[in-house]
C-alpha cells in the first residue's frame, strides 16, 4: 500500500511503472541502462473516492492525461530505485494537493469610512491634476 495520508492510500497494483532510457548528457551509459521510470496511475480506476477523483481530474495539470492517466517521469537519479521512490513520492505530493478543502471566500463590503476616504482622496488626485494644465497669459 502506498499512503498518501493517514486515512488516504492507493494500492501498489494500482500504479504501474517502466523503465526508459534517460534524457541528456550521460555518455555512452546513457544509451545502455534504462534508468529513468514512468510511473502510470489511472485515476477512473483507482481506489480513491469519488470526491478526490473528482478534484484529481478537475486540476489543470500537464501531467494528467484526457482519459484521467497521470504519467510521471522520474529521471532525476542514476539507479531505477531512488527514481521510482521519486516518481511515487511527487504522486503522493499530487493526490496530497487534491485533498486539501479550499477555504470558502466570505463576501465583506466595505465600511462608509474607507469608501469616503477613497473619494475623497479621488477628489483629491483630480484637483491636483487639474493645476497640471497649462498656464495663461492675463
Known amino acids: 500500500m502506498i499512503e498518501i495520508t493517514p486515512r488516504v492510500s492507493i494500492g501498489e497494483d494500482e500504479v504501474s511503472f ?34 478526490v477523483k ?19 517521469k522520474a529521471q532525476q537519479f ?5 527514481n521510482r521512490l521519486e516518481a511515487v513520492e511527487r504522486l503522493c505530493a499530487l493526490i496530497a494537493a487534491a485533498l486539501v478543502e479550499q477555504k470558502r471566500r466570505v463576501a ?16 483629491l ?4 491634476k487639474q493645476l497640471r494644465g497649462r498656464v495663461s497669459d492675463y
Open 18 to 51: 517502466s523503465a526508459i532510457r534517460s534524457q541528456g548528457a550521460g555518455g555512452q551509459n546513457v544509451n545502455k541502462v534504462a534508468t529513468a521510470i514512468q510511473l502510470r496511475f489511472d485515476i477512473k480506476a483507482s481506489s480513491l473516492s469519488e470526491s
Open 54 to 72: 473528482q478534484k484529481l481530474l478537475a486540476l489543470s495539470d500537464r501531467r494528467i492525461s484526457r482519459e484521467g492517466v497521470v504519467v510521471i
Open 78 to 82: 542514476r539507479t531505477q530505485e531512488k
Open 108 to 123: 465583506t463590503r466595505p465600511t462608509k469610512g474607507s469608501q469616503r476616504r477613497r473619494m475623497d482622496s479621488k477628489s
Open 125 to 128: 488626485r483630480g484637483k491636483t
